[in-house]
C-alpha cells in the first residue's frame, strides 16, 4: 500500500513537473520522442538539407516508413513537393532538399495536429517569404517587445548561439525562406567588411534551412564608410562602389538574397536628396546586383514633401514611377495605406501599379496592437488584405519580425501564433485563420477539444476586440506619441508633423467625426479601382468597419444598428472591454489542461489587457465625449477614470520599444 502511494505520488510529481517544465521556448515544434519509423533516403546526391529532413522524421515521424527523393517535376515548384501515400509507405518527392525539408515539417504537422495524413502536391504561392527585423546592431530592436535582438554582434563570427539554428529551424517548419537581418532603418557599419564577416557566419547557419540571408542598407553608405563625396545613383563613382561592395558581399555570401531599402523616409537618405526618382535610386542597386541574381526590395513607405493627405502619399509618389522599375527591384508596400494601424483598407497601390513587382509588408511585432501584452492573433487581419487584393497580384510576402531573445521567442506566448501564420499565410493564403490557429494550438499547447475549440474562438475574435476597444468604425493613429501603445487622441507635440497627431486623423469637433478622404474631402477614395471607389466615397455603403476612415460624419449619424454614431462608438468600445472579459474567462476555464507556467504568463497579460481596454475605452469616450456633449448611452459600462487623470499617463518605456530620437520634424 505504502509502496503504492509512493508511486502514485512521483507520478503526480512527474506530471505536474511535466506540464510546469513548459517556458514556450520550443515553439509549436514541441514533438515527443517515440518516433522510430524507417526513413530511406533514395538519392545520390547527398545534401545538408536532405539530411535535416531525414533526421527529422528520423527524431519524430510516427507513421509509415517514409523514403524521401529528389525528383525533377514539372508539377512542382522548387521547393514544392509532392507526398503519396499507398501501400504501407509514404513517397515524398521534391526538386531540391529544401522542398523534401518543407515535405517533412508539413508530415509532422499533419501528425501534431492529429489531421489526416494524405497524398497531396504542394507549392507556395510565392517564391520570396521573408522576415523583416528591424534589429539594430546594438542589439536594440526597433518595435521589439521580446528582449534584446538575437543576432549577438559582439560575439559573432566566432561564437554561434544555438538559437541561430533553432530560428532557422522554426522558420524553414513554415516555409519561411529569407531573412532580412538589420533595421530598414540601417547602420552603414552593416556593410562594412567586419560586419560581412559575421552576417556570412549567419548565413552559413541559415543556409542548410533553405533560408537566404538579406540586408537593409542604407543608401548613403558609400559617403559613410568611404568618405564618397555623394551618393548620387547616377555618379559613376557611387555606382562603382555599391558594385565593389555587392562583388564583396557575394564573395562570402554566394546565395545572398539581396538589398532591402528605406529611403527619402523619416529621416533616411535617397536618392531624392540628389534630386534622383526613387527608380533611379533602387535601380542603381539592381544593376549592381543582377548578375548574381541578387533582389532589391524598395519601401513605398514615404512621405511625399506636398501636404496631401497622409493616405494619399505613398501612391502619389510611386505611381507615377511605374513600369520604371528594373525587373530584379520589388516595391514593398504596407498593406494599409498609412502604418500598420490596428485595421485599414489595403492600400491602393496593390493594384495600381501594374507593371511593377510588388510586395506587401506585414507588421508581426504589435507595434500598434498592444505590443507584446495583448492577446491579438493577426490571421484574420491578413486575410482580410488577401481578401482585396488578389494574391495573384504580389510577387512575394514580408513580416515585421516579432521575435527577440526571450525564452518563449515573442513576449506573449501566443505570439508565436503570428509568427507562425505569417509563414503558412505566405506559403498558401487560402488557408483559413481558423485553420492555422487550430493546428498551432495543437502543436503548441494541447490537442483536447476543450482547449483548443474554446482558445481557438477566442483567437479568431481577439483582432477584432481589439480594434473595437481601440480605434472601431475607421478611427485611426490615436495612440500615444512614440511609443504608440496607450491612447491619446489629445496629443499635441509642439514642433512635429501634423500629420503625426491624433488630431490630424480622427478630426473631432461639436458637428462630428472621422477623416473625410471622399469627392467631398481629400478623394483618396478616388485612388482605389472605380467599383471600391463608389463602395468607399458613399457613408451608406461604406463599409462600416472603414467609415470613420473615409468620412467625416454628424455625432448624430444613424448606423445600420439603428443607432447614433455616437452611440454606436461607446458600443463597440464597451463591447471591446467586455470581450477581454470574455477571453479572461476563457482562458481560466482551461487551467487544468496545459502547463502551468504558460497558463500563468498568459492569464496575466489578460489581465493587463483588460486593464488597458478599460484605459482606452476611457480615455477615447471621455475624450470624443467633449465635442460631441452626449451621454453615454446608460447600458454599457461606466469610465472608471477621470480624463485630467488620463491626460497625465507617461508610461515607462524603454528605448528598446520606442527608439526615436528621431521623433521632432523627421519630415520625410
Ligand atoms: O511605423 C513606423 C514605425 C517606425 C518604423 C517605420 C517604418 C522602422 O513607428 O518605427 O521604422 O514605421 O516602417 O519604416
Known amino acids: 500500500m505504502k509502496h503504492r502511494l509512493y508511486l502514485l505520488i512521483c507520478i503526480t510529481l512527474s506530471f ?6 513548459e517556458n514556450g521556448s520550443r515553439l509549436w515544434l514541441r514533438q515527443s520522442g517515440e518516433a522510430g519509423a524507417s526513413v530511406e533516403v533514395s538519392s545520390r546526391r547527398a545534401s545538408a538539407t536532405l539530411n535535416l529532413a531525414a533526421e527529422e522524421l528520423r527524431q519524430a515521424w510516427k507513421g509509415n516508413p517514409v523514403t524521401l527523393s529528389i525528383e525533377r517535376d514539372k508539377a512542382l515548384a522548387a521547393d514544392g513537393f509532392k507526398i503519396v501515400c499507398g501501400e504501407g509507405r509514404v513517397r515524398v ?3 531540391t532538399g529544401t522542398g523534401l525539408l518543407y515535405a517533412a515539417y508539413h508530415l509532422l504537422r499533419l501528425q501534431e495536429s492529429e489531421q489526416v495524413i494524405a497524398s497531396t502536391t504542394e507549392n507556395p504561392a510565392y517564391t520570396l517569404r521573408i522576415l523583416n527585423h528591424w534589429d539594430n546592431i546594438d542589439r536594440t530592436v526597433e518595435r521589439g517587445y521580446a528582449g534584446q535582438s538575437l543576432w549577438d554582434w559582439e560575439r559573432l563570427p566566432h561564437n554561434l548561439s544555438e538559437r541561430y539554428k533553432e530560428y532557422a529551424r522554426a522558420n524553414a517548419s513554415v516555409g519561411i525562406n529569407g531573412t532580412v537581418l538589420n533595421n530598414v532603418n540601417a547602420s552603414p557599419v552593416i556593410l562594412s567588411a567586419e560586419y560581412l564577416n559575421k552576417v556570412k557566419a549567419l548565413a552559413d547557419v541559415f543556409r ?45 555570401i ?10 527619402n523616409s523619416e529621416g533616411q537618405p535617397g536618392p531624392c536628396d540628389f534630386g534622383r526618382t526613387h527608380a533611379e535610386g533602387a535601380n542603381m542597386l539592381a544593376d549592381a546586383l543582377k548578375s548574381h541574381k541578387g533582389i532589391v526590395m524598395w519601401r513605398a513607405f514615404v512621405y511625399s514633401p506636398s501636404d496631401a493627405d497622409r493616405a494619399k502619399q505613398a501612391y502619389l509618389e510611386f505611381k507615377p514611377l511605374d513600369g520604371r522599375f528594373r525587373p530584379n527591384v520589388i516595391v514593398q508596400v504596407k498593406n494599409g495605406p498609412v502604418d500598420f494601424q490596428p485595421r485599414e483598407p489595403y492600400s491602393p497601390l496593390f493594384g495600381a501599379m501594374r507593371h511593377t513587382s510588388l510586395m506587401v509588408e506585414f507588421q508581426i511585432t504589435q507595434e500598434y496592437l498592444g505590443h507584446s501584452n495583448h492577446l491579438v492573433y493577426l490571421a484574420p487581419m491578413w486575410k482580410e488584405f488577401f481578401g482585396l487584393v488578389p494574391p495573384s497580384t504580389l510577387k512575394a510576402v514580408a513580416g515585421v519580425s516579432n521575435i527577440g531573445s526571450d525564452a518563449n521567442w515573442c513576449g506573449h506566448p501566443f505570439a508565436q501564433a503570428n509568427w507562425y501564420a505569417f509563414g503558412r499565410l505566405a506559403w498558401n493564403p487560402s488557408l483559413s485563420s481558423e485553420a492555422i490557429a487550430d493546428e498551432w494550438l495543437r502543436q503548441t499547447f494541447s490537442k483536447e477539444k476543450e482547449f483548443v475549440e474554446p482558445i481557438g474562438r477566442l483567437m479568431a475574435e481577439s483582432h477584432e476586440a481589439a480594434v473595437d476597444y481601440m480605434m472601431p468604425l475607421g478611427l485611426h493613429h490615436i495612440f500615444a506619441w512614440g511609443h504608440h501603445y496607450g491612447p491619446e487622441p489629445w496629443c499635441n507635440v509642439p514642433g512635429a508633423r501634423p500629420d503625426w497627431m491624433p488630431s490630424y486623423y480622427h478630426r473631432a469637433e461639436e458637428s462630428g467625426i472621422g477623416f473625410d478622404r471622399s469627392h467631398t474631402g481629400s478623394r483618396a477614395t478616388a485612388q482605389y479601382p472605380d467599383s471600391l471607389c463608389r463602395l468607399y466615397d458613399n457613408p451608406s455603403t461604406c463599409p462600416e468597419q472603414y467609415l470613420l476612415w473615409f468620412h467625416h460624419l454628424s455625432w448624430s449619424h444613424r448606423m445600420k444598428s439603428g443607432r447614433t454614431l455616437w452611440d454606436e462608438l461607446c458600443h463597440r468600445y464597451d463591447s471591446g472591454v467586455q470581450q477581454v472579459r470574455e477571453f479572461q474567462k476563457t482562458w481560466d476555464r482551461v487551467e487544468s489542461l496545459i502547463d502551468a507556467e504558460r497558463f500563468r504568463d498568459v492569464q496575466s497579460r489578460l489581465k493587463t489587457q483588460l486593464r488597458d481596454a478599460i484605459w482606452w475605452k476611457d480615455a477615447c ?25 488620463l491626460k497625465k499617463i507617461v508610461l515607462p518605456i524603454s528605448n528598446f520599444e520606442c527608439p526615436d530620437s528621431r521623433l521632432l520634424n523627421r519630415n520625410r
Open 621 to 645: 469616450l471621455l475624450y470624443f465625449q467633449e465635442f460631441s456633449k452626449l451621454a453615454i448611452p446608460y447600458n454599457i459600462e461606466r469610465p472608471i477614470h477621470e480624463l485630467e487623470e
Open 93 to 95: 518527392s521534391s526538386p
Open 208 to 252: 542548410p534551412y533553405g533560408i537566404r540571408v538579406y540586408l537593409s542598407v542604407n543608401f548613403a553608405s558609400p559617403m559613410a564608410l568611404d568618405s564618397l563625396p555623394t551618393a548620387d545613383p547616377l555618379d559613376k563613382r557611387v555606382v562603382g562602389w555599391w558594385k565593389k561592395k555587392v562583388r564583396e558581399i557575394y564573395s562570402l
Open 16 to 21: 505536474i513537473n511535466q506540464m510546469a517544465a
Open 254 to 263: 554566394p546565395d545572398f538574397g539581396g538589398f532591402l531599402v528605406k529611403a
